[in-house]
């Protein structure tokens, strides 16, 4: 069984960087094809896929966010990492880290709220 698990600050202040980590248990991130994937929900509206790490170490982003977005990986500690910089109080939302395979997610965080404010 699959298991992630988010961390990371619960709150940050406008134009700082948000930093988040995922721990990954019961699966290695290098396994083939799986994709590791962050996506966010604000308060009141839909899940937004943010961007991805995949095995290989390839990544993807959201073409809204990639001005902002950094997706990384330990794979010693089998963790991957988001940071979104400039941070304003519009990207307070739940964050999760969720495996992704061929365009279909199948194992979810519990989820972290991140709050923006000063």
């Not at 966010?40 to 290989?56: F, S, V």
């Not at 959201?62 to 089998?78: E, G, Q, V």
Request: aromatic content about 12%.
């Amino acid at each position: 069984q699959v298991q992630l698990q988010e961390s990371g600050p619960g709150l940050e202040k406008p134009s700082q960087t948000l930093s988040l980590t995922c721990t990954v248990s019961g699966g290695s991130i290098t396994t083939s094809y799986y994709a590791w994937n962050w996506i966010r929900q604000p308060p009141g509206k839909g899940l937004e896929w943010m961007g991805a790490i995949a095995y290989d170490g390839s990544t993807y982003y959201s073409p809204s966010l990639k001005s902002r977005t950094s997706i990384s990986r330990d794979t010693s500690k089998n963790q991957f990492s988001l940071q979104l910089s400039s941070v304003t109080p519009e990207d307070t939302a739940v964050y999760y880290c969720v495996r992704g395979r061929a365009g279909s997610f199948d194992y979810w965080g519990q989820g972290t709220q991140v709050t923006v404010s000063s």
